[in-house]
Nanobody, 126 residues
Framework: VQLQASGGGLVQTGGSLRLACAASGLTFSRYTIGWFRQAPGKEREAVSCFSRSGGRRFYTGSVKGRFTISRDSTKNTVYLQMNSVKPEDTATYYC????????????????????WGQGTQVTVSS
C-alpha cells in the first residue's frame, strides 16, 4: 500500500494550489482520507478529511471556506483544493488513510490514520 502526495509548490498569498493524493494497493472509496500538515517547528495538525462513505467532509477552522477536499474514485485520488492561501498555510502536507468512519469530535485524531504518504511541500510567499 502506498500513498503519493503531489501538487505542492511555491504560491503567492491569495493564490491557489491543488494537492493530490494517489493510492496504490488500496481502493480509496473504502477508506477515510485525511490531509494533515506540519509547519517548521510546529506539531502536525489535521487539515481536512473525506469520509469513507463520501458523505462527510471535515475542515479545521483556519481553512474553512478556503480549502475543499474531494475524491475521484475513478482515479483513486483525493484532492485538496487550496484557494486564497496565506503564509500560515506554509507547511509540508501529508495524506493518510483510516478505516474509521469519522465524526466531528474524532476526525482529526492522528492515531486513527494508519497509512501515510511522504508529504508535499507548500510554500506561500507574502
Amino acid at each position: 500500500v502506498q500513498l503519493q502526495a503531489s501538487g505542492g509548490g511555491l504560491v503567492q498569498t491569495g493564490g491557489s494550489l491543488r494537492l493530490a493524493c494517489a493510492a496504490s494497493g488500496l481502493t480509496f472509496s473504502r477508506y477515510t482520507i485525511g490531509w494533515f500538515r506540519q509547519a517548521p517547528g510546529k506539531e502536525r495538525e489535521a487539515v481536512s478529511c473525506f469520509s469513507r462513505s463520501g458523505g462527510r467532509r471535515f475542515y479545521t477552522g483556519s481553512v474553512k471556506g478556503r480549502f475543499t477536499i474531494s475524491r475521484d474514485s475513478t482515479k483513486n485520488t483525493v484532492y485538496l483544493q487550496m484557494n486564497s492561501v496565506k503564509p500560515e498555510d506554509t507547511a509540508t502536507y501529508y495524506c493518510a488513510t483510516s478505516k474509521a468512519s469519522p465524526i466531528l469530535s474524532s476526525w482529526h485524531w492522528e492515531y486513527l490514520y494508519d497509512v501515510w504518504g511522504q508529504g508535499t511541500q507548500v510554500t506561500v510567499s507574502s
